[in-house]
């Protein structure tokens, strides 16, 4: 869906570019001084007096289904930066959170870990990013994060039912030096 949006608005681009440029001279004076419609379109729509409300009311439909479109990817945008909680819910899940981040990155294996809550009131979602150590087994780390600092955020902010996402990043090895072969 994104692919389909980009190339859309790439090419409504471009046609508006082209247009201004047409309008501008770029493409020679004749294109520039020629007329938007031509004399039978023209007459067409004068002739017509259905064509231009049907015209401005399909316009109008589109652009207000680009503005719906636009609030919803701003609404789900902002959902997932942060969660749309009241203030003493978010100071609890700012405690609940740090918490959490102090267990985190006593688990063995854990070099790094980041905690974000998002999604809406009726549906949140905690979001936890783990930096593995190159040795470490995600399996163990995720069980030992279930079994213990995710249960007492989620008994902490009182949602038995809180979906949590984990992600893990395993670090870079260190690179060992080459050894030296003899001569």
């Given amino acids: 869906m994104r692919l389909a949006t980009l190339t859309t608005g790439l090419l409504v681009v471009a046609a508006g570019i082209g247009a201004l440029l047409a309008g501008l001279g770029a493409f020679g004076p004749?294109?520039?001084?020629?007329?938007?419609?031509?004399?039978?379109?023209?007459?067409?729509a004068g002739d017509n007096d259905w064509f231009w409300p049907v015209?401005?009311?399909?316009?109008?439909?589109?652009?207000?289904?680009?503005?719906?479109?636009l609030g919803t990817q701003i609404r789900a945008w902002t959902l997932s930066r942060r969660a749309a909680l009241d203030a003493p819910t978010r100071k609890l899940a700012a405690v609940a959170g740090g918490e959490l981040l102090r267990e985190a990155r006593?688990?063995?294996?854990?070099?790094?870990?980041?905690?974000?809550?998002t999604g809406s009131r009726l549906r949140p979602r905690l979001l936890v990013t783990i930096l593995c150590a190159p040795d470490a087994a995600p399996a163990e780390i995720h069980t030992d994060l279930?079994?213990?600092?995710?249960?007492?955020?989620?008994?902490?902010?009182?949602?038995?039912?809180?979906?949590?996402?984990?992600?893990?990043?395993?670090?870079?090895?260190?690179?060992?030096?080459?050894t030296p072969v003899p001569a």
């Fill in 106 to 117: 006593h688990v063995p294996g854990v070099r790094d870990a980041r905690v974000r809550l």
């Fill in 55 to 69: 015209a401005g009311g399909v316009a109008e439909t589109v652009a207000l289904a680009g503005l719906m479109w």
């Fill in 146 to 178: 279930s079994n213990g600092p995710i249960e007492r955020y989620r008994a902490a902010m009182d949602m038995d039912g809180l979906i949590v996402v984990i992600r893990f990043h395993m670090e870079d090895p260190i690179p060992t030096p080459p």
């Fill in 30 to 44: 004749g294109l520039a001084e020629r007329p938007l419609l031509t004399s039978e379109m023209a007459r067409y």
